[in-house]
Structure formats: structure tokens, C-alpha cells
């Protein structure tokens, strides 16, 4: 099994900046690609970005392309959301997601392992 912890969400203006954090444990040697998600009440859990545990790649929905940047340490085993230019849309609870598979996954159910969420805020 493997245990993800968030932390790093709160309140924001519009503008401002946030980096998540998600702290991995248990089997973290079968993890091959981690994610963000996000989840507004009463609508679907949206991907936000993805990246490779250990190697390259990186991908981000349209949405937040060129705000977000999606980082790991390895060595920490933690994977980081650096969030700026923040906009009251951003606003959401934000799910750390680890998963067994090597493509990078856009979709809730390609992901194995899913942190508690921790939520952020912007304010307009």
C-alpha cells in the first residue's frame, strides 16, 4: 500500500501563489506516475497535472498550463504543486494520486492511491 499526505492548501488572493505538497510512504518503489487533481462540490474530480516519479515527463490540463508547475524529490518521496498566478476558479479541494502505471493518466480511474485532499481558496 501506499499512503499520500497533502498539506501546503489555504486562502489566496487572485494573483497570489500556493505550492502543494503530497508526502508518499509505504510501498513508494511500485509508484510510477503521480497527479494532481481537483474537485469543486457537486461537480466531476478534474486533472490538473501529472508526472513521472522518477524520469521525465510532465503534463498539464489546458486549464492551468503555464501557471502550474508540477516537481518531485525523489528523495523525500514527496511530489510538489507550485501554483501561481491564481484566479477564484482555481478554487477546490486538491487530491494527490499515485498509480502503478507508467503512461501519464488523465483519468481519476487509471490512479491506485489517492491522498485526503487539502483545499484552496482564491479570493477575487
Known amino acids: 500500500q501506499v499512503q499520500l499526505v497533502e498539506s501546503g492548501g489555504g486562502l489566496v488572493q487572485a494573483g497570489g501563489s500556493l505550492r502543494l505538497s503530497c508526502a508518499a510512504s509505504?510501498?513508494?518503489?511500485?509508484?510510477?506516475?503521480m497527479a494532481w487533481f481537483r474537485q469543486v462540490p457537486g461537480q466531476e474530480r478534474e486533472f490538473v497535472a501529472a508526472s513521472s516519479w522518477r524520469y521525465g515527463p510532465t503534463y498539464y490540463a489546458d486549464s492551468v498550463k503555464g501557471r502550474f508547475t508540477i516537481s518531485r524529490d525523489s528523495t523525500k518521496n514527496t511530489v510538489y504543486l507550485q501554483m501561481n498566478s491564481l484566479k477564484p476558479e482555481d478554487t477546490a479541494v486538491y487530491y494527490c494520486?499515485?498509480?502503478?502505471?507508467?503512461?501519464?493518466?488523465?483519468?481519476?480511474?487509471?490512479?491506485?492511491?489517492w491522498g485526503q485532499g487539502t483545499q484552496v481558496t482564491v479570493s477575487s
Open positions: 509505504g510501498r513508494t518503489f511500485s509508484i510510477a506516475t
Open positions: 494520486a499515485a498509480t502503478r502505471g507508467f503512461s501519464i493518466a488523465t483519468s481519476r480511474s487509471e490512479y491506485n492511491y
